[in-house]
């Protein structure tokens, strides 16, 4: 199911392609695990369709909660239907070194938009032996803006301060995030954070910020929860993902509004599972998903960042056609100004020991 190499040249260049008879009607879709939401929506209209349109070979988008999880599970027990996952750096990190994971050689990838070579376009951490990047999305705190008065909160702490800003928090169920966040919280430097989670003191610390809003938390595990608990009513102010809030403040006129202090990025991108059934047609998908262009429509139908360097400056506006998406990127310089990076080798090192912790917390013990 390759393409000829001199297509993917023309693909890379002008991400244009006509292979006519390609893939046959009736040929099986390549099968790629996604987030769901606005997220699957962006990728439909970025990626799959136009691939579909360019190659006549279908794409099936299938959401679900954790693609990680289901790609474990599909490995191990030797029945792999996906052929290629979205997953979060530090997940794509941890399959790899596990051996669940495809090699993806960056030689396939196309060039920047000024030619640049693409391992020097994408920006720190886009690429991995077993990793592509496609976006860069953030955890930050979402409000209702009409529901917190004159006062607004403008800095990480106030999330904790139930004095100043009563009410209900929403809070992800896992470590990853939340305990960075935490520790943030509590006014250590975004620069520190993992070093003091590297300590039994450090995560003392992030546990301890946390027991002071425990009895006012709403968990939630998947990504539409906090953006509903938002507009429910139930909390006052959640953890949520950019991308989340910024449609629903856009597309729904939600009065949501985001506060960027001590947001926490990630970056985000493909993997093929060991034994995918279609690797071939997977890294063609790879190479045509993450040239510049496609990035830079992605980022136009959902608010998270583009991770190259030369797409960034493509992107335009919101498929709304009015809203300059700029101000709302995660990578937008003022966004960045107290912004902490995802520390994927971090958490390839420390996952099971903390998600042991944090789960002990989570029963009371």
């Given at each position: ?21 390609w ?10 695990l ?11 209209v ?23 999880a ?9 029945n ?7 997953v ?20 396939i990838?196309?060039p ?10 994408f ?55 939340t ?6 919280g ?51 102010m ?79 506006r ?43 917390w989570?029963a009371?013990?």
């Amino acid at each position: 199911m390759n393409l000829p190499r001199r297509c993917l040249f023309a693909l890379s260049a002008a991400l244009v392609l006509s292979v006519p008879g390609w893939a046959a009607a009736d040929e099986r879709p390549l099968t790629v695990l996604t987030w769901g939401g606005d997220f699957t929506r962006a990728q439909q209209v970025a990626y799959a369709t136009p691939f579909t349109e360019a190659t006549g070979y279908p794409v099936r988008l299938v959401d679900v909660d954790s693609p990680t999880a289901l790609i474990k599970a599909q490995v191990a027990s030797g029945n792999v239907t996906a052929d290629l996952a979205s997953v979060g750096q530090a997940d794509a990190d941890r399959l790899c070194a596990e051996g669940l994971a495809e090699p993806i050689d960056p030689a396939i990838l196309a060039p920047g938009a000024d030619g640049t070579p693409a391992a020097q376009d994408f920006l720190p951490g886009g690429l991995d032996d077993c990793f592509v990047a496609t976006d860069v999305y953030s955890t930050v705190i979402g409000y209702d803006a009409t529901r917190v008065g004159a006062h607004r909160p403008d800095k990480l702490a106030d999330f904790f301060d139930l004095d100043a800003f009563p009410g209900r928090r929403g809070v992800l169920k896992e470590p990853r995030f939340t305990l960075e966040m935490a520790l943030m919280g509590d006014g250590v430097p975004p620069d520190r954070v993992y070093a003091e989670l590297s300590t039994p003191q450090g995560l003392d610390r992030a546990f301890a910020r946390l027991d002071s809003i425990r009895d006012q938390i709403v968990w939630w595990e998947a990504g539409a929860q906090p953006v509903q608990l938002l507009a429910d009513g139930e909390v006052a102010m959640t953890m949520a993902y950019n991308g989340r809030l910024f449609a629903a403040r856009f597309d729904e006129g939600r009065p949501f509004a985001i506060l960027w202090d001590g947001q926490v990025y990630e970056i985000e991108g493909w993997m093929i599972p060991r034994g995918a059934p279609d690797v071939s047609a997977a890294l063609e998908f790879v190479a045509f998903s993450t040239a510049p262009r496609p990035l830079a429509r992605a980022a136009e139908q959902l608010s998270y960042g583009p991770p190259r360097v030369s797409a960034q400056a493509l992107v335009g506006r919101y498929k709304d056609g009015v809203t300059e998406l700029a101000p709302h990127l995660p990578t937008a310089p003022e966004n960045l100004r107290s912004a902490l990076a995802v520390d994927a080798g971090f958490w390839t090192d420390h996952d099971a020991e903390l998600t042991e912790r944090f789960t002990t917390w989570l029963a009371g013990d």
